[in-house]
C-alpha cells in the first residue's frame, strides 16, 4: 500500500468516528499553568471582605457592615449563617418571648453562641415560628463599639422564600416591641449559593458572586480555640480564608514540597469540605516582635466544583508600607 493509499484509509477512519461521536472534536491535554503571585486585601483595618476566583484572580469586595445575615436554600432546609467577621452571635427565644421587653442584664443572660468555623451545625436550620436574639457585632470602624441588636422571627419558610420579622431586641416595655416590627420577605435567588440580608437596612443585599465564579473568600472570622475537653473553646476573631463556595475541597499537606505535590496524586479522603482549612494559622503573632511571620512551607491543594485543581501557599501579610491585611500568595494550576 502506498502512502496516497494509507492517508486515504485514515481519512476514511477520522470520518467513521467523526460519525459516530457528533460534533466533536479530539481535545489535546491542557498544559500545566505556571504559578501566579497574587494580592487580595481586606484592609489595614481588616473591614474587607472577598470572595476570589482562583482561575482568573476576580475579586468580589464588600465592608463587613453590609450584611448580617446570610441564608442557604437546600431543597425544604434552609440554613441561616451570621457574619461572624464582626463577631456576631445568636441566641434562641422561645416563641411566647416574641414580642417580650428584655433589659441588658436580660440579655447578658442569654445562652449567646457563634457559628462554627468549621461549617453549618443542625442550630442553623430555621423552621416556622422560630425566635432568635441577634447580637449585631462590633462596628468594623470601631471595634469597641457594638452594632447593637435585634430580634428576628420566622413567619413562614418554603423551598423559594423565608418571611421574617425584625424588631428592637432590648426595650423598656412590651409594646415598644410590638411598634417595631419590620416584615421582610427573601427570596431564593438560583444563580448564587447564599443570599445576603442586612439587619441594619432591613434589605436583601447584593453581595455574593455567581456560583462558580469564586472559590475562596478572604475575611475575618470568629474562631473557636480549644482549651481542652473540661473548659469552654475561646471564642476569637481571625483574619484568614475560609473555602464554603459550592463543592471546593481542600487539603492542608503535612509533608512534600511544591514540586511534589504538582505531580503527586491528591488523597480523595483528605481533601475536606470544613470551611477553615486553610483557615488562620499560616502565620503566626510574635508578641515581642509585634508581627506577623509567615509559614511558607505550609501548601494547600484545592480542588473546585468542577474539578480544577490548585497549589497555594502564602508569602506574606503586610503590604510595602508594613500594614497587615494583604494576603499576598502563590498559585499553581496543575
Known amino acids: 500500500m502506498n502512502q496516497k493509499q494509507i492517508l486515504l484509509v485514515a481519512l476514511a477512519g477520522c470520518v467513521s468516528l467523526i460519525g459516530c461521536i457528533e460534533n466533536e472534536l479530539p481535545i489535546p491535554p491542557r498544559e500545566p499553568s505556571s504559578a501566579v503571585i497574587r494580592a487580595v486585601s481586606i484592609g489595614s483595618d481588616y473591614s474587607g471582605q472577598v470572595h476570589f476566583d482562583l482561575d482568573l484572580g476576580q475579586e468580589y469586595s464588600n465592608t463587613k457592615d453590609a450584611w448580617c445575615l446570610r441564608f442557604h436554600f437546600d431543597g425544604d432546609s434552609i440554613w441561616m449563617d451570621l457574619n461572624s467577621s464582626r463577631y456576631m452571635r445568636s441566641a434562641p427565644l422561645v416563641l411566647t418571648q416574641s414580642e417580650t421587653a428584655f433589659s441588658e442584664d436580660d440579655a447578658d443572660a442569654f445562652n449567646w453562641t457563634v457559628n462554627h468555623p468549621e ?45 421574617l420579622r425584625t424588631s428592637i431586641l432590648l426595650a423598656d416595655s412590651d409594646s415598644e416591641i410590638e411598634n417595631n416590627w419590620d416584615t421582610t420577605t427573601i427570596f431564593r435567588d438560583l444563580g448564587v449559593s447564599n443570599v445576603h440580608f442586612s439587619l441594619l437596612n432591613n434589605q436583601a443585599v447584593d453581595i455574593e458572586p455567581s456560583t462558580g465564579l469564586w472559590d475562596l473568600y478572604f475575611t475575618q472570622y470568629t474562631t473557636l480555640i480549644s ?9 476569637y476573631l481571625v483574619s484568614g480564608v475560609l473555602s ?67 497549589l497555594l501557599r502564602f508569602l506574606d501579610f ?17
Not at 487539603?251 to 479522603?269: C, H, L
Request: hydrophobic share 35%; aromatic share 12%.
Open 119 to 163: 461549617g453549618r451545625t443542625l442550630e442553623q436550620l430555621i423552621e416556622n415560628d422560630q425566635v432568635t436574639a441577634i447580637d449585631l457585632g462590633r462596628d468594623p470602624y470601631n471595634p469597641i463599639e457594638s452594632l447593637g441588636s435585634r430580634r428576628i422571627q420566622i413567619l413562614e419558610k418554603s423551598e423559594e422564600y423565608v418571611t
Open 227 to 235: 482549651q481542652g475537653d473540661d473548659l469552654p473553646a475561646i471564642e
Open 244 to 310: 464554603h463556595a459550592e463543592g471546593v475541597r481542600v487539603m492542608q499537606v503535612e509533608s512534600g514540597t511544591w514540586d511534589f505535590w504538582k505531580e503527586a496524586e491528591w488523597p480523595e479522603q483528605d481533601l475536606l469540605t470544613a470551611w477553615d482549612v486553610i483557615g488562620y494559622d499560616w502565620k503566626s503573632y510574635s508578641l515581642s516582635e509585634g508581627a506577623y511571620s509567615i509559614n511558607q512551607d505550609l501548601i494547600y491543594c484545592i480542588r473546585t466544583d468542577d474539578g480544577r485543581e490548585f
Open 318 to 334: 503586610y503590604d510595602d508600607e508594613g500594614n497587615a491585611g494583604l494576603f499576598t500568595f502563590e498559585t499553581l494550576e496543575r
